[in-house]
């Protein structure tokens, strides 16, 4: 009866506000907002929404009616029909036009509709930790099946996860018998990631396995080892199929306006002003932030080994495209039009594991114990800041520590330069011909200007916490520093006592967990620029509670109580882990027990939690930051020395890759650079963005005809050798709604006679000749991880009637699919496609780290080092003025990284409030994305493009 009345009552609503909007006469905005209320109130008694027990029943950001109706009155109705998320569409979480007009009040419909955001968030997290976790280590087992009466979910160490006996550590952590770390493999991070987790030795370590975050058996869809998959695809995709430099050059290349002298992306030698290479501009994130992201990428993972691929080589593609439908040998002259390159071969990935996989079977069905190919992640998978300090030992080699002082990073001044910076590698150091000419680096691959500015950053950042820490010692040299030694542990270590070696370990500590801080709350929030993700990434890090906005707490409140309190299906640990952390934060999670004691390994380890799932990136988080269209073609320097106003010089990218990225640092130096980088937008993640001379890009190191690569082609290839499922069934895996046609692509939000739009359907006409079109068949099921609404399979027809003519959608290859994602939430540099993949594994990288949870103590960090972390930097907070977006916070942990190793930036950074928001921008009211300068910059040519 309640069902009834309140699908009845939905129905009504529905026919109010639709009628309100469509009388012709202007809406009434009082009643709209009465009806929303109604909603409100029906959605209360219907109650929340379970979380979802099968795949099937997942959540998929898409909520109920009377829902929509409370958070986002009629537009959240109007758009509930599409495949993308609510959320977007709800009160307040775009700019001020996403504010209703005529309401009582703005602040409550507003209040409704962030809460209502967070909460989808918060169930989409619950459901992805639940349904997303495959490793690959031969885990997967216990994790379906349980192990000794306990859950899958809530296992927290695993055999697979022992040292071996071939690691030099295998003795000391327990060797045979039970492992556990202790003594010096506890006190800080390890060269290989080894002893994070001190019940599990090997986990997160350097050349363990890529986990995945979809099912085993949707992985290799071109393997066709199954029947969904054959169905999905029906025998027309493989490694060179679509052509990967096809694609390249219909779907990613930059457009440039003739005569505008971009060269291919390569520009002017004489770095001209006069030339321009056209991109898509996003107007909230700059060229620091592209860079930060590539600096991340160095530190969690990478599929190569010292700057090389597996050896044996291959074939890219440039030799066929869909003709009518049919894959047709290109002529010379479509290879010449297309400007692709047949002749080019790159080194084949490497692979860990490819033997069939070991399977076990639950009730009827069979499962695989691992993907049919695994890779190794020859980096740490843990976000340790080991592009800067090593993770194995060669990489380690190249980090030089001052002979004077090993407690610091070796830097050297350079003629006419404030500040000194990385010495350059030399002819006896362990490092690729490529490499040459480059700063000495543990992560020295893909070198570019970006990578120099960050590596020398961090680098000065470490020095400088070790000579503030000196002071320190020198103050106050008897007093107790906090640092314990595990083998010593009643022994109280005074800051006098602090040794050189002890001190790198902690200023390493300190300046992995400052990076972890920069890239959660400023980097993020500024990917994803609007209030929902603002408050939730502070939740990730701060807490909802410390926010210290008693709407958070109370939202808290509601999530935890009313949500999940009165659920009888909350029984494994891991779906109210999440929701009860967003109170306290993740970070340092566990860390402040009463009575804590370094000996005992409960409180050391207790804060870390895997979700039943050993942690490593999965090959979907790689696929997702495959990010080359944020890369500018040309950089626009302007002279830190100078008026900031002026573009002095447009330097190609290229002149700014490996050993040209040290010349050019060196020659005008790190304000000039930061200057340069912080003024200038990025490129937007979408299609025909992607910069030209990536490519066309010369690689000496590759032994083939050409030596170039298009590196965009390559993205796809990679991903394709990696078995990564393609964009639908990717996002159904993820728990996103799949499309039905490329049509799907479209932003309904725009008026239908809008330029944007029609360039929009251009573009998905250029996706339908690429990826083409085939005569569907309804008998074929295509997935097992969704179903229609109405219950039934989801099959080859996607909706469409039998023996229709449908998109081949299903063979979109998922880079390609998130970069057509027109339809994006408000401020939101990313895709909602990479933002799934992003929630789960974001969050899973400081839940896994004992250092960013129960290890965030004075016994590992020093209580300075604590302080420093805490509050960006030495001695108190530092208060931004004004409250930017209605926040009152304190100043961001990267603007004061700057501020005290590239001091000459100081009055550039003045009004900046986030450091990748493009400097010399007005950021306007509640999270406009307008492109204004601030009257200051009011010159600046910038502002005219
Ligand atoms: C000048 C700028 C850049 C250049 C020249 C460059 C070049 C390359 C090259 C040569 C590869 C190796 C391809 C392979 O053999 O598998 C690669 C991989 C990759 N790049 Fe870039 N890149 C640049 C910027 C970026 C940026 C800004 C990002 C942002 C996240 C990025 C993310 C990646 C990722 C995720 C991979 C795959 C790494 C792996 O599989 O381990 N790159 N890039």
Same mark, same amino acid.
Request: aromatic fraction near 10%.
């Given at each position: 009866?309640?069902?009834?009345?309140?699908?009845l009552?939905?129905?009504l609503l529905?026919s109010?506000v639709?009628?309100?909007?469509?009388?012709?006469?202007?809406?009434?905005?009082k009643?709209?907002?009465?009806?929303?209320l109604?909603?409100?109130?029906?959605a209360?008694?219907?109650g929340?929404?379970?979380i979802?027990?099968?795949r099937?029943?997942?959540?998929?950001?898409?909520?109920?009616?009377l829902t929509?109706?409370c958070?986002?009155g009629?537009?959240?109705?109007?758009y509930r029909?599409?495949?993308?998320?609510?959320?977007t569409?709800?009160?307040?979480?775009g700019?001020?036009?996403?504010?209703?007009?005529g309401?009582?009040?703005?602040s409550?419909?507003?209040?409704?509709?962030i809460?209502?955001a967070?909460?989808d968030l918060e169930?989409?997290?619950?459901?992805?930790i639940k349904?997303?976790?495959?490793?690959?280590?031969?885990?997967?087992?216990d994790y379906v099946q349980?192990?000794?009466?306990?859950?899958?979910?809530?296992?927290?160490?695993?055999?697979?996860?022992?040292?071996?006996?071939?690691?030099?550590?295998?003795?000391?952590?327990?060797?045979?018998?039970?492992?556990?770390?202790k003594g010096?493999?506890i006190?800080?991070?390890?060269?290989?990631?080894?002893?994070?987790?001190?019940?599990?030795p090997?986990?997160?370590?350097?050349g363990?396995?890529?986990?995945r975050?979809?099912?085993?058996?949707?992985?290799?869809?071109d393997l066709e080892?199954n029947?969904l998959?054959?169905?999905?695809?029906?025998?027309?995709?493989?490694?060179?199929?679509?052509?990967?430099?096809v694609?390249?050059?219909k779907?990613?290349?930059?457009?440039?306006?003739?005569?505008?002298?971009?060269?291919n =992306?390569? =520009?002017?030698?004489?770095?001209?002003?006069d030339?321009?290479?056209?991109?898509?501009k996003?107007?909230?994130?700059?060229?620091l932030?592209?860079?930060?992201?590539?600096?991340?990428?160095?530190?969690?993972?990478?599929?190569?080994?010292?700057?090389?691929?597996?050896?044996?080589m291959?074939?890219?593609?440039c030799?066929?495209q869909?003709?009518?439908?049919?894959?047709?040998q290109?002529?010379?002259?479509e290879v010449?039009?297309?400007?692709?390159?047949?002749a080019?071969q790159?080194?084949?990935t490497?692979?860990?594991?490819?033997?069939?996989?070991?399977?076990?079977?639950?009730?009827?069905?069979?499962?695989?114990?691992?993907?049919?190919?695994?890779?190794?992640n020859?980096?740490?998978?843990?976000?340790?800041?080991?592009?800067?300090?090593?993770?194995?030992?060669s990489?380690?080699?190249?980090v030089?520590r001052?002979?004077?002082d090993?407690a610091?990073?070796?830097?050297?001044?350079?003629?006419?330069k404030?500040?000194?910076?990385l010495p350059?590698? =030399?002819?006896?150091?362990?490092?690729?011909?490529?490499?040459?000419?480059?700063?000495s680096?543990a992560?020295p691959d893909n070198?570019?200007?970006?990578?120099?500015?960050?590596h020398?950053?961090?680098?000065?950042?470490?020095?400088?916490f070790?000579?503030?820490?000196?002071k320190?010692?020198a103050?106050?040299?008897?007093a107790?520093?906090?640092?314990?030694?595990?083998?010593?542990?009643?022994?109280?270590?005074?800051?006098?006592e602090?040794?050189?070696e002890?001190?790198?370990?902690?200023?390493?500590?300190?300046?992995?967990?400052e990076?972890?801080?920069?890239?959660?709350?400023?980097?993020?929030?500024?990917?994803?620029?609007?209030?929902?993700?603002?408050?939730?990434?502070?939740?990730?890090w701060?807490g909802?509670?410390?926010?210290?906005?008693?709407?958070?707490?109370?939202?808290?409140?509601?999530?935890v109580?009313?949500?999940?309190?009165?659920?009888?299906?909350?029984?494994?640990?891991?779906?109210?882990?999440?929701?009860?952390?967003s109170?306290?934060?993740?970070?340092?999670?566990?860390?402040?027990v009463?009575?804590?004691?370094?000996?005992?390994?409960?409180?050391v380890?207790?804060?870390?939690n895997?979700?039943?799932?050993?942690?490593?990136f999965?090959?979907?988080?790689?696929?997702?930051?495959?990010?080359?269209?944020?890369?500018?073609d040309l950089?626009?320097?302007r002279?830190a020395?100078?008026?900031?106003?002026?573009?002095?010089?447009?330097v190609?990218?290229i002149?700014?890759?490996?050993?040209?990225?040290?010349?050019a640092?060196?020659?005008?130096?790190?304000a000039t650079w930061?200057l340069?980088m912080?003024?200038?937008?990025?490129g937007?993640l979408?299609?025909?963005?992607?910069?030209q001379?990536l490519?066309?890009?010369?690689l000496p190191?590759?032994d083939?005809?050409?030596?170039q690569?298009?590196?965009?082609?390559?993205?796809?290839?990679?991903?394709?050798?990696?078995?990564v499922?393609?964009f639908?069934?990717f996002?159904?895996?993820? =728990?996103?709604?799949?499309l039905r046609?490329?049509?799907?692509?479209?932003d309904?939000?725009?008026?239908?006679?809008?330029?944007?739009r029609?360039?929009?359907e251009?573009?998905?006409k250029?996706?339908?000749e690429v990826?083409g079109?085939?005569?569907?068949?309804?008998?074929k099921?295509?997935t097992?991880a969704q179903?229609?609404?109405?219950?039934?399979?989801?099959n080859?027809?996607?909706?469409?009637?039998?023996?229709?003519?449908?998109?081949?959608?299903?063979?979109?290859?998922?880079v390609?699919?998130?970069?057509?994602e027109?339809?994006?939430?408000?401020?939101?540099?990313?895709s909602?496609?990479q933002?799934v993949?992003?929630?789960?594994?974001?969050?899973r990288?400081?839940?896994?780290?004992?250092?960013?949870?129960?290890?965030?103590?004075?016994?590992?960090?020093?209580?300075?080092?604590?302080?420093?972390?805490?509050?960006?930097g030495p001695?108190?907070?530092?208060?931004e003025?004004?409250t930017?977006?209605?926040?009152?916070?304190?100043i961001?942990?990267?603007?004061?990284v700057?501020?005290?190793?590239?001091?000459?930036?100081?009055?550039q950074?003045?009004?900046?409030?986030?450091?990748?928001?493009?400097?010399a921008?007005?950021?306007g009211?509640?999270?406009?994305?307008?492109?204004?300068?601030?009257?200051?910059a009011?010159?600046d040519?910038?502002?005219?493009?």
């Amino acid at each position: 009866m309640k069902r009834f009345v309140l699908a009845l009552s939905g129905i009504l609503l529905l026919s109010s506000v639709c009628s309100i909007g469509q009388s012709g006469s202007t809406p009434n905005p009082k009643k709209q907002e009465m009806i929303e209320l109604q909603a409100c109130a029906g959605a209360a008694l219907q109650g929340f929404r379970p979380i979802a027990e099968t795949r099937a029943q997942r959540f998929n950001g898409k909520v109920a009616l009377l829902t929509a109706l409370c958070r986002g009155g009629q537009k959240a109705v109007q758009y509930r029909f599409t495949p993308w998320v609510d959320f977007t569409n709800y009160w307040g979480t775009g700019d001020l036009s996403s504010l209703p007009k005529g309401y009582f009040s703005t602040s409550i419909p507003q209040l409704r509709g962030i809460n209502g955001a967070l909460f989808d968030l918060e169930y989409q997290r619950i459901e992805l930790i639940k349904f997303n976790l495959f490793d690959n280590n031969g885990t997967y087992q216990d994790y379906v099946q349980g192990r000794d009466g306990v859950v899958g979910a809530a296992i927290k160490t695993w055999p697979q996860m022992r040292l071996p006996p071939s690691n030099p550590y295998y003795e000391a952590v327990g060797g045979n018998g039970e492992q556990l770390c202790k003594g010096g493999l506890i006190r800080a991070r390890t060269l290989t990631g080894i002893c994070n987790d001190i019940r599990n030795p090997l986990m997160g370590s350097t050349g363990t396995p890529f986990a995945r975050n979809v099912e085993f058996e949707t992985t290799f869809p071109d393997l066709e080892q199954n029947q969904l998959t054959k169905n999905r695809h029906g025998g027309r995709i493989n490694l060179m199929t679509p052509d990967p430099q096809v694609i390249s050059r219909k779907l990613f290349t930059r457009a440039q306006t003739a005569g505008n002298g971009c060269n291919n =992306g390569f =520009g002017s030698p004489l770095f001209s002003t006069d030339v321009n290479c056209d991109y898509q501009k996003a107007p909230f994130f700059n060229v620091l932030a592209a860079y930060w992201i590539q600096f991340m990428t160095h530190d969690w993972f990478s599929h190569m080994e010292e700057g090389h691929n597996a050896g044996e080589m291959m074939a890219v593609g440039c030799t066929t495209q869909k003709v009518n439908g049919v894959e047709t040998q290109l002529t010379p002259e479509e290879v010449q039009k297309l400007g692709c390159r047949p002749a080019d071969q790159v080194d084949k990935t490497y692979v860990l594991q490819d033997s069939a996989p070991p399977t076990f079977t639950v009730g009827d069905r069979a499962f695989m114990m691992r993907a049919p190919k695994t890779f190794s992640n020859n980096n740490t998978a843990w976000w340790d800041a080991s592009q800067l300090y090593g993770y194995d030992d060669s990489s380690v080699k190249r980090v030089k520590r001052d002979p004077n002082d090993p407690a610091k990073m070796l830097l050297e001044p350079v003629a006419g330069k404030q500040g000194e910076y990385l010495p350059v590698l =030399g002819p006896d150091d362990l490092a690729a011909p490529q490499w040459m000419g480059q700063e000495s680096a543990a992560f020295p691959d893909n070198w570019t200007i970006g990578m120099s500015f960050y590596h020398n950053l961090f680098a000065r950042e470490h020095n400088k916490f070790v000579d503030e820490f000196r002071k320190q010692a020198a103050k106050t040299p008897n007093a107790d520093s906090g640092l314990r030694n595990p083998s010593d542990p009643t022994r109280v270590i005074r800051y006098k006592e602090v040794s050189a070696e002890e001190l790198f370990a902690v200023a390493r500590l300190v300046v992995a967990a400052e990076i972890a801080k920069i890239h959660t709350i400023e980097w993020t929030p500024q990917l994803l620029y609007d209030e929902p993700l603002y408050k939730g990434m502070n939740a990730n890090w701060n807490g909802l509670l410390g926010t210290g906005d008693p709407d958070d707490s109370k939202i808290l409140a509601d999530i935890v109580v009313k949500g999940f309190g009165k659920s009888k299906n909350a029984t494994k640990e891991s779906q109210w882990y999440s929701v009860f952390a967003s109170g306290p934060g993740i970070f340092g999670l566990g860390s402040k027990v009463s009575h804590y004691s370094i000996t005992n390994p409960d409180n050391v380890n207790g804060g870390v939690n895997h979700f039943g799932s050993p942690f490593n990136f999965p090959e979907e988080f790689v696929t997702v930051y495959r990010l080359h269209p944020l890369v500018p073609d040309l950089i626009e320097v302007r002279d830190a020395g100078k008026d900031p106003n002026q573009i002095v010089e447009k330097v190609a990218v290229i002149e700014t890759f490996e050993g040209k990225a040290t010349e050019a640092m060196r020659s005008r130096g790190m304000a000039t650079w930061g200057l340069s980088m912080g003024r200038q937008r990025l490129g937007l993640l979408t299609l025909h963005n992607h910069p030209q001379f990536l490519q066309n890009i010369k690689l000496p190191r590759l032994d083939t005809p050409t030596q170039q690569l298009d590196i965009p082609a390559l993205d796809l290839i990679r991903d394709r050798e990696h078995g990564v499922p393609r964009f639908n069934e990717f996002r159904r895996q993820y =728990g996103l709604r799949s499309l039905r046609s490329y049509d799907d692509f479209v932003d309904q939000h725009l008026p239908p006679d809008s330029q944007q739009r029609k360039d929009q359907e251009e573009t998905v006409k250029q996706l339908r000749e690429v990826y083409g079109t085939h005569v569907c068949d309804a008998s074929k099921v295509i997935t097992d991880a969704q179903v229609n609404d109405d219950g039934t399979p989801i099959n080859d027809c996607l909706g469409h009637p039998n023996g229709s003519v449908v998109d081949n959608i299903e063979d979109v290859d998922t880079v390609v699919g998130w970069l057509a994602e027109y339809t994006r939430p408000h401020g939101f540099a990313i895709s909602e496609t990479q933002f799934v993949v992003f929630i789960l594994n974001a969050s899973r990288r400081l839940f896994s780290d004992r250092f960013f949870t129960s290890s965030f103590r004075p016994e590992f960090y020093t209580q300075f080092g604590v302080d420093w972390v805490n509050r960006n930097g030495p001695g108190p907070i530092h208060m931004e003025a004004g409250t930017p977006n209605g926040h009152k916070q304190p100043i961001s942990p990267l603007k004061r990284v700057l501020l005290r190793n590239v001091p000459e930036l100081t009055p550039q950074l003045q009004n900046v409030v986030n450091v990748f928001d493009p400097w010399a921008r007005d950021r306007g009211q509640y999270y406009s994305l307008e492109w204004k300068p601030r009257a200051e910059a009011a010159s600046d040519p910038g502002f005219q493009q």
